[in-house]
């Protein structure tokens, strides 16, 4: 048996030492090991890297939809623009046939007042009523609003399936099964 003082040296010195369970101890080195180390840190560049590609596509995206938005908007505008332009060239239309249609009126009604009381049961309003119907009111709507009023003709020929092509549809299946069923048949030469 050694003495207190050598197993109390070697203690202290860590030189072939038993540890409590038998057998000498190993020291093991803390943290990962090389491949461990290499593992990690591929997850980590993988991860971040997915990320940073995840958030550009989705600035890019935001950024896409915002010049949609921007676009949408500026047609928008230009088509209330248009739509006004067409708004007035069509109020200034309607005023000058308007205008023009009540001076006919005014000078039918002239030519013809002299008739009132000459003429038995003839008063002013059937001279102004026989004036109107002879230049009846003929503004009608403008261009746009003819084009949104404007429906798809349903007399038959709109739409569906033309039966031209329907025809040369079933003739291409009938050659094409002729020609399946010759080309299957034994050459009996």
């Known amino acids: 048996m050694p003495s207190p003082h ?3 040296e070697q203690i202290v010195q860590g030189i072939d030492m038993e540890n409590p369970y038998g057998g000498p101890s190993q020291a093991t080195k803390p943290g990962l090991t090389k491949r461990g180390k290499v593992a990690l840190g591929i997850g980590a560049s993988v991860i971040i890297g ?6 550009q596509v989705h ?3 935001e950024v896409k ?3 949609l938005a921007l676009k949408s908007q500026a047609l928008e505008i230009q088509k209330m623009r248009e739509l006004n332009r067409a708004s007035e060239a069509n109020k200034t239309a309607q005023s000058s046939q308007a205008k023009a249609r009540q001076a006919s009126i005014d000078s039918c009604v002239k030519s013809h007042d002299d008739q009132v009381g000459k003429v038995l049961g003839t008063t002013y ?3 102004v009523d026989a004036c109107q119907t002879q230049y009846p009111d003929t503004i009608t709507g403008g261009d746009m609003e003819a084009a949104g009023a404007s429906q798809t003709a349903t007399d038959g020929t709109a739409g569906g399936v033309n039966q031209g092509l329907l025809v040369g549809g079933g003739a291409l299946v009938l050659f094409l099964v002729y020609a399946a069923k010759k080309g299957t048949r034994s050459n009996p030469a």
Do not use: H, K, M, S
Request: glycine fraction near 16%; proline fraction near 0%; hydrophobic fraction near 35%.
């Open 65 to 67: 939809a915002q010049e």
């Open 6 to 8: 050598e197993e109390f």
């Open 125 to 127: 309003r059937d001279v």
């Open 59 to 61: 600035a890019t995206n």
């Open 50 to 55: 997915g990320g940073l590609i995840g958030y």
